[in-house]
């Protein structure tokens, strides 16, 4: 049986500095109730500054049908603020799938999120994101629409029910809480044709990626060539690439992130307290397109397009909604220049199936990559700019189960390095993904999941050749769990552990460090340990 079947059995960053009271003993087993999901990730920092707080969505969702409101910024908090902070407060009881959902203010998402599979009793959760960089489509009236798309009947009766809330910091210097640089414009793209501001100096594209609906491009990363006999097909296999392109032309790659829903990989039991890395708060893949401004900045639509390259021709699954943020040259009302450089490597990729005698196991090898190099010159008011972007994007993993798919298990990593050099300031990012997993359904239908993820990333800025600023970014989640499968949820007797470590370096208010570790047995948290 392979995830899609399992799962049909199965049936970021959270809110909260205080860390809750370790279990001095965990239950045998799941029962009704257990702890309310939490993450290891810190919460946002908040300035000491006068503060407003509006309400931009309040639902419950039955249904596909969306939210819709209206949405004013807070006069009492003035138009200059240090920090904006979304959070979405949740609630749900009962039996529901995890559910996808997404918040947008003026067309502008702000949020892409999914929900926790609920206990009978009902559970409680809440996401906070920093939303400052929004500051254009915030400082505005703006429709507000909300979707998290449920499904509710006799058997499915979760009603997921949200509350979404901005709160703003006002600036002040002398409190140390400046206005951050933040983009003068943020576009939503709506369709393939946009108009920017003739005198953008400076452009980032942010895209939502996300593989999920359900189907195959759920469990992108285990799909396999049509030759080969697995549940989940894709003509080219597993690797995936988000690619960027204006006017037609390649301009930016990435890899997209593994994200793992709290009912993937057959088994909810894994994600019932600690979801998998980015699962409540998705994060953006940015993209510097700083080097097609010139092109852009002559007052004519262009198309700009965005593509998941490996998804099979005219299959669904990926959405990809995207924002365009861009900064102004306010010395000019007109920023020329000119694209200088554009080499793309051929993109590299290769699949080997491994075909096995019965019932032993199926093996499928898989090998990707791409490198692009991009590089531009503006003639702003405060004289010639040049942007540099090289991006590599590399994939290897290495699938393995058997008929009927009874055993499934993948090892995978992918990696996506950045260098973006504009004038004497050079900014390296090294991303690394992993995933190291494996589903088996034995004797008297027992289900297990063994599984590990890391989601990992270094930046480095360097001026003048020698290194200024450095962060560091380790999330590393495993968890084991097991139930019997085709059974009544209360004769399930599931069992399962789960632990996250987070380290974050360099990047907290004033440097320092952050490292924090939960651990969860059996729906309660036993572990809950700072080290900074």
């Known amino acids: 049986m392979g995830l899609l079947g399992a799962l049909a059995l199965a049936a970021a960053t959270l809110a909260g500095a205080a860390g809750p009271a370790a279990a001095a003993e965990p239950p045998a087993e799941f029962g009704s109730d257990w702890h309310d999901p939490l993450t290891a990730a810190p919460p946002v920092a908040r300035p000491a500054t006068r503060s407003c707080e509006v309400t931009v969505a309040e639902a419950q969702f039955r249904d596909y049908t969306p939210y819709t409101g209206s949405y004013a910024p807070p006069a009492a908090c003035g138009g200059s603020w240090a920090k904006v902070v979304l959070r979405l407060d949740g609630k749900v009881k009962g039996r529901q799938y995890d559910r996808l959902g997404h918040l947008s203010l003026g067309g502008v998402e702000i949020l892409r999120t999914s929900t926790p599979e609920p206990s009978p009793d009902g559970i409680t959760w809440s996401v906070e994101k920093d939303v400052t960089r929004y500051r254009d489509t915030l400082s505005r009236p703006q429709p507000v629409e909300m979707l998290i798309g449920n499904f509710v009947d006799d058997t499915y009766t979760g009603v997921i029910d949200v509350k979404a809330t901005l709160t703003f910091y006002a600036a002040d210097r002398g409190r140390h809480a400046p206005a951050p640089d933040t983009p003068d414009r943020v576009l939503p793209l709506s369709g393939p044709a946009v108009t920017t501001p003739r005198n953008t100096e400076r452009l980032l594209a942010e895209v939502y990626a996300t593989g999920s609906g359900g189907g195959c491009e759920e469990y992108w990363y285990m799909t396999t060539p049509d ?26 790659i990435a890899a997209p992130f593994p994200t793992v829903w709290t009912g993937g990989w057959s088994n909810p039991f894994l994600w019932y307290v600690t979801p998998a890395p980015r699962a409540f708060d998705v994060q953006p893949v940015v993209y510097d397109l700083t080097p097609y401004a010139a092109l852009l900045n002559d007052g004519r639509p262009h198309r700009i397009e965005v593509a998941v390259a490996g998804v099979p021709a005219g299959q669904s699954g990926w959405s990809t909604p995207t924002n365009l943020l861009l900064w102004q040259d306010e010395g000019r009302a007109v920023v020329t220049g000119a694209l200088t450089r554009h ?8 699949t080997h199936w491994t075909p096995a005698a019965p019932g032993a196991q199926q093996r499928l090898d898989t090998e990707g990559g791409h490198r692009l190099t991009v590089a531009g010159r503006l ?59 494996e589903t088996t359904l034995g004797a008297g239908d027992r289900l297990r999941t063994v599984i590990a993820l890391g989601d990992r990333a270094e930046t480095t800025t360097l001026r003048g050749g020698r290194t200024v600023d450095r962060t560091r970014l380790d999330d590393r989640y495993t968890g084991d769990a097991s139930y019997t499968a085709n059974v009544p949820r209360e004769q399930r007797h599931a069992v399962g552990t789960s632990s996250e470590h987070y380290q974050l370096y360099g990047a907290q208010p004033g440097g320092g460090c952050y490292d924090r570790t939960l651990a969860t047995a059996q729906g309660a948290v036993t572990v809950d340990r700072r080290r900074c």
Do not use: F
Not at 229 to 251: F, M, N, T
Not at 343 to 350: D, K, L, Q, Y
């Open 227 to 252: 030759a080969a006999p697995y549940s989940c097909k894709a003509a080219d296999g597993p690797y995936r690439e988000v690619r960027i392109s204006v006017d037609g032309q390649l301009a930016g």
């Open 343 to 350: 080499e793309e490597g051929e993109p590299a990729g290769s």
């Open 379 to 437: 003639e702003t008011s405060h004289g010639r700019v040049t942007t540099t972007v090289t991006r590599t994007v590399h994939n290897t993993s290495v699938h393995r189960w058997t008929e009927g798919e009874d055993q499934d298990a993948l090892t995978a990593t992918w990696t996506d390095e950045e260098d973006v050099t504009r004038g004497p300031t050079t900014v390296r990012t090294a991303r690394t993904y992993t995933m190291d997993g």
